[in-house]
């Protein structure tokens, strides 16, 4: 995969860290799903995470992050940020509440800071890859580079069949 040449904000703010992380493009690979962003990566789609926006009862805002195959489980969801219910954010609020579009959002470089869980299965692997703030763009690092730029907590919030 070809490294970015073209900074967003989550890669400026990792590098201002001067934290070691590395970046991927999938830019022409046509890739729009998760799954689809996985396999252009040519990665295992449990490394791939996929960041997810809701809002609580309390309308306060929280972000999750679940492997790109699997889906937020929101009574967990709810439950690890300490709500009565949650629900996914519409899309036209995605770029005004967080300064990302959909497609293209990423934990690290929003506006403002959210409440932020990673699901559980995270640790079993010495990086993860989620959106690095643009569509084409993915950040990879570790749980511990991630932990000294994104305040998070890890849970199991995916639904389990």
């Known amino acids: 995969m070809k490294h970015i040449d073209e900074k967003t904000n989550a890669i400026r703010l990792l590098e201002?860290?001067?934290?070691?992380?590395s970046t991927h493009n999938y830019v022409n690979s046509g890739a729009i799903s998760g799954v689809e962003?996985?396999?252009?990566l040519n990665e295992n789609p449990d490394i791939v995470f996929k960041t997810l926006v809701t809002v609580g009862k309390s309308n306060q805002n929280y972000v999750f992050?679940?492997?790109?195959?699997?889906?937020?489980?929101?009574k967990k969801a709810a439950n690890a940020v300490g709500e009565k219910n949650i629900s996914m954010l519409k899309s036209k609020d995605l770029l005004p509440l967080t300064g990302y579009i959909h497609g293209g959002c990423s934990p690290i470089g929003m506006k403002k800071p959210f409440k932020t869980v990673i699901d559980a299965s995270a640790k079993n692997f010495e990086t993860i890859i989620f959106s690095g703030g643009k569509i084409g763009y993915q950040i990879e690092i570790s749980l511990e580079e991630l932990k000294?730029?994104?305040?998070?907590k890890l849970e199991n919030i995916v639904v389990t069949s």
């Not at 201002?16 to 992380?21: D, I, W």
């Not at 962003?37 to 252009?40: D, F, K, R, Y």
């Not at 000294?148 to 998070?152: D, Q, T």
């Open 37 to 40: 962003v996985a396999q252009a």
């Open 148 to 152: 000294k730029a994104l305040n998070f």
């Open 16 to 21: 201002q860290k001067k934290l070691k992380f």
């Open 65 to 74: 992050l679940v492997p790109v195959a699997k889906e937020l489980d929101l």
